[in-house]
């Protein structure tokens, strides 16, 4: 297998015909020029020594090494190993809510902000386990599936914002369904969810979806962000400013408060663990701890292909080549003036 490790430089061979024609151009403009100086006839005796061949050949082994110079850059590689790397972890689906009651302030700087930093975190801390990102708020949705993918992980979390979900509401057991559903259940990995929510369950079926899990063996953990005494959910433009807080239908402040039974009882019924979210600590580096001590399976293997470097195959030759090209004059060799003698004598 061979490939090529800056291909990007591949791009400058595009110039080697176009040079080949400017030389083309300026060779065929210089003829033009002596052709008025002097006839074409006196130019053997006004350049006696001139050859008409050296020129064009010392510019094509220039125009060759320069190819093979680009080439050695671009750096060939060819495939010399190739072997299997086992793949071990569990895997984990973290469920998060991102309904407008996750923008109260009662955790800083926002019970989204906060869950999406320690969720940040939990990926960096990662290794070999596969992580998935079940968005909801009145339905739900796969951010992104499975995948031991960090960087890319990160990248779909930083997206994430209330907009990610238009329908409103808190759809817990939507979410658990798809989060079930979309585990891979043809390995023995462990699996494990994590819902991260305020606990306002306003739809779906809860009981089914942990029946599911149990009968699967997929334990549910939960973080309650929030307070239960209620916080209100600030209202902010386009640009940034606040324009006060959330109001129903008679004008008063709505409070979103943090329903722990709910989460509680969804843990326990699952083999889980519940923790509730504060400003001070990390709860999914607590999760993280609990499923470190779950046995970790192998699931699956990819393969990898080592590759060595050849891009001196290239390199040493041009180098060679404008070696000799140096050594290449611009006169006619001993030997053409001496055949070119002997033909003028005979004729």
């Known amino acids: 297998m061979i490939r090529f490790a800056h291909s990007s430089y591949l791009y400058f061979l595009y110039l080697i015909p176009l040079l080949g024609v400017l030389y083309w151009y300026t060779l065929r403009k210089q003829n033009n020029i002596?052709?008025?100086?002097?006839?074409?006839?006196?130019h053997n005796v006004l350049f006696p020594l001139r050859s008409k061949i050296k020129s064009p050949l010392k510019f094509g082994i220039t125009l060759f090494a320069v190819a093979l110079i680009i080439i050695a850059l671009a750096?060939?590689?060819v495939g010399t190993k190739i072997e299997e790397v086992k793949q071990i972890g569990i895997d984990v689906y973290i469920l998060l809510d991102v309904s407008r009651s996750m923008a109260a302030e009662d955790i800083k700087p926002s019970r989204l902000e906060k869950a999406k930093f320690e969720i940040a975190q939990l990926v960096q801390k990662l290794q070999g386990d596969r992580i998935g990102l079940?968005?909801?708020a009145g339905q739900a949705y796969i951010q992104f599936p499975?995948?031991?993918d960090?960087?890319?992980?990160?990248?779909?979390l930083n997206?994430?914002?209330?907009?990610?979900?238009?329908?409103?509401?808190?759809a817990i057991g939507p979410a658990l369904d798809l989060a079930l559903k979309s585990f891979p259940y043809d390995d023995e990995t462990k699996k494990t969810i994590v819902i991260i929510t305020d606990g306002?369950?306003?739809?779906?079926?809860?009981?089914?979806?942990?029946d599911v899990a149990k009968s699967k063996g997929v334990a549910i953990y939960s973080i309650g962000f929030g307070s239960p005494g209620g916080a209100p959910i600030p209202i902010y433009d386009d640009s940034g400013v606040q324009h006060g807080y959330k109001k129903d239908n008679e004008g008063n402040i709505v409070l979103t408060k943090l329903d722990e039974a709910i989460l509680q009882s969804i843990s326990e019924k699952s083999g889980g663990k519940y923790y509730r979210g504060n400003n001070n600590q990390d709860e999914l580096q607590m999760i993280y701890n609990d499923l470190a001590k779950i046995q970790?399976?192998?699931y699956g293997s990819k393969k990898v292909t080592e590759y060595e470097d050849k891009f001196h195959y290239f390199l040493i030759p041009a180098l060679f080549i404008l070696f000799a090209e140096f050594f290449i004059s611009n006169v006619k060799s001993k030997f053409f003036m001496k055949f070119e003698s002997l033909r003028k004598a005979d004729s």
Not at 34 to 42: G, H, I, M, Q, R
Not at 150 to 156: H, Q, W
Not at 159 to 170: K, L
């Open 296 to 298: 970790q399976t192998e």
């Open 75 to 77: 750096n060939p590689q």
């Open 150 to 156: 960090y960087s890319a992980a990160s990248l779909f």
């Open 159 to 170: 997206a994430v914002d209330f907009n990610s979900v238009p329908q409103p509401g808190t």
């Open 146 to 148: 499975l995948t031991s």
């Open 34 to 42: 002596l052709e008025k100086f002097a006839n074409s006839k006196l």
């Open 134 to 136: 079940v968005i909801f």
């Open 200 to 210: 306002e369950d306003h739809e779906g079926n809860i009981d089914e979806a942990i």
